[in-house]
């Protein structure tokens, strides 16, 4: 099972907005909704951000929202804050198995 | 509160195996998968396999089967994580999850993360 791809970086200045891309296949993003997406700060565990694509977890700003087409699925953060800035992973079941993106770091200019 | 407190950190030679633990609270042990993450040093998250905690049935990433076992004691609400034949690129912090979509992939709550590091 191959990672799922995204950016390796993504960059905004406060209140702007950022969007990242995962992009996998068939057998993974496109043919579940058990897409999630979980924020890393250094040193620390992921958090989960948002899940089966577009639900958020009670206590995460409305600022993160999720969406999928096809093989790759979004995380789109508005309103960008300095505590956004961290490494973001999504993941996705793919039948029985389980696999993740590449990561992307998220630089809040 | 739902805690998943895991071992410490641990040093080991090459060849060698090592056992990890994850102690849950909070919540019944047995309702959800546990599942194994692991992250190499500056690298990303990479999903190692799950447990069902109520059957002890497992499922395994390709790449670790044959040299991860995942266990269970539910009477102490504990998940194992035992990798074998150790080599220095296991070297990583391995994390338990908890899986609140039944294997579906979801994971809500972590533990702190346990430094294995393999050297000789």
């Known amino acids: 099972q191959s990672a799922l791809t995204q950016p390796p970086s993504a960059s905004g200045s406060p209140g702007q907005s950022v969007t990242i891309s995962c992009t996998g296949t068939s057998s993974d993003v496109g043919g579940y909704n058990y897409v999630s997406w979980y924020q890393q700060h250094p040193g620390k565990a992921p958090k989960l951000m948002i899940y089966e694509v577009s639900k958020r977890p009670s206590g995460v700003p409305d600022r993160f929202s999720g969406s999928k087409s096809g093989n790759t699925a979004s995380l789109t953060v508005s309103g960008l804050q300095a505590e956004d800035e961290a490494d973001y992973y999504c993941s996705s079941y793919a039948g029985s198995n389980g696999v993740f993106g590449t990561g992307t770091k998220v630089t809040v200019l | 509160q739902v805690q998943l407190v895991q071992s410490g950190a641990e040093v080991k030679k090459p060849g060698a195996s090592v056992k990890v633990s994850c102690k849950a609270s909070g919540y019944t042990f047995t309702g959800y998968y546990m599942h194994w993450v692991r992250q190499a040093p500056g690298q990303g998250l990479e999903w190692m396999g799950w447990?069902?905690?109520?059957?002890?049935?497992?499922n395994y990433a390709q790449k670790f089967q044959g040299w991860v076992t995942m266990t269970r004691d539910t009477s102490i609400s504990t998940a194992y994580m035992e990798l074998s034949r150790l080599r220095s690129d296991d070297t990583a912090v391995y994390y338990c999850?908890?899986?609140?979509?039944?294997?579906?992939?979801?994971?809500?709550?972590w533990g702190q993360g346990t430094l294995v590091t393999v050297s000789s």
């Open positions: 447990i069902n905690p109520n059957s002890g049935g497992t």
């Open positions: 999850a908890r899986d609140i979509a039944a294997a579906g992939n979801t994971y809500d709550y």
